[in-house]
């Protein structure tokens, strides 16, 4: 969007700050904001940057998803006290590879983490068209998998700490980004996409060979599903999101239901990770609808 710049005084100029944004972040006239210089780029920020200190000593287990789900959350600055040399490569592969957009700085027994980039603006819808086209990159060499064709494996586990970037990257712009009341929205929706994506790794490690008729079929239909909620977010198709929740009965718990039972016992495993994705999309879908309603009411 663009401003006029207005002349105000002898040395200064304001603009006019958007209402929308101004009441997505809850101002009001005489609310203090931070305007901070970078480079040529002026940013308006509304909050104080989130900072946060851990005693590595009090953390025993999970120490990467700890790191990482902080800085989801919005954390700008993680501290790390009493850090062990064992502690090193852990932290450097968390930021190299899960958190690109972090970097860590080591001092005798202290680590400090900073986000570098959470002054730039996000569009999240803009992360969610990438992570959408990195499950269907997904999708596409697990077909390779099923067919008894190309396997592929380390190109699924290159896709997934692909789209965990992303999703990583979505969740801490969800909190600098203009969601509003869809904020918790777009969390969860996030989540599902996560564990739906992870489906696809856990499926191609269980085909060893050429997928059976049942298999396919239920492939087949986790399309038809994936389909109808990538047009159904990033299109805001009401219409696409309709045909999942009609599929409901006939498909979720009727046809998946019939082609368990053709299944032979071999197929079983991967029949259930593939109605997984199903089951998951359907609950995305949910989501969705809350989203675009939400985003409607907002323009009225």
């Known amino acids: 969007m663009k401003r006029t710049l207005i002349k105000q005084g002898h040395s200064g100029y304001t603009i006019y700050l958007p209402k929308k944004w101004v009441e997505l972040s809850n101002l009001s006239a005489g609310d203090k904001i931070d305007v901070q210089e970078f480079g040529r780029n002026l940013v308006v920020k509304t909050r104080e940057e989130r900072e946060l200190t851990l005693d590595m000593r009090n953390i025993h287990h999970n120490f990467k998803n700890i790191i990482v789900q902080t800085f989801r959350t919005g954390t700008h600055k993680l ?3 009493h850090v ?6 852990i932290i450097e592969r968390v930021s190299n590879e899960l958190l690109p957009n972090v970097v860590a700085e080591f001092s005798k027994d202290t ?8 002054h730039v603006s996000i569009k999240i819808d803009m992360l969610l068209r990438k992570l959408f ?5 997904t999708r596409d060499i697990t077909e390779n998998f099923l067919h008894g064709k190309e396997k ?3 190109g699924i586990r290159n896709m997934r700490k692909q789209a965990d970037i992303l999703i990583t990257n979505c969740k801490s712009a969800i909190y600098s980004s203009e969601t509003g009341k869809n904020r918790i929205f777009y969390w969860e929706f996030l989540t599902l996409l996560s ?3 992870h489906e696809y790794q856990y ?6 060979g050429k997928a059976s008729k049942p298999v396919l079929e239920m492939f087949a239909i986790t399309d038809m599903y994936m389909n109808h909620l990538k047009k159904g977010f990033l299109e805001r198709s009401q219409q696409h999101l309709d045909k999942i929740k009609k599929m409901k009965k006939s498909v979720l718990y009727g046809k998946c239901y019939e082609i368990l039972d053709k299944g032979k016992k ?6 259930c990770h593939l109605r997984e994705i199903i089951r998951l999309a359907h609950i995305a879908m949910n989501t969705v609808v809350a989203i675009v309603l939400n985003e409607k009411s907002n323009m009225r």
């Open 152 to 154: 592929n494996l380390e």
């Open 195 to 197: 564990f739906l994506h």
């Open 266 to 271: 071999n197929d079983m495993r991967q029949l």
């Open 79 to 81: 501290t790390l006290q």
């Open 133 to 137: 086209f990195v499950i269907t990159e």
């Open 111 to 118: 680590c400090v983490l900073r986000a570098i980039v959470t």
């Open 84 to 89: 062990k040399e064992k502690h090193h490569k």
């Open 203 to 208: 499926l191609c490690e269980q085909t060893h």
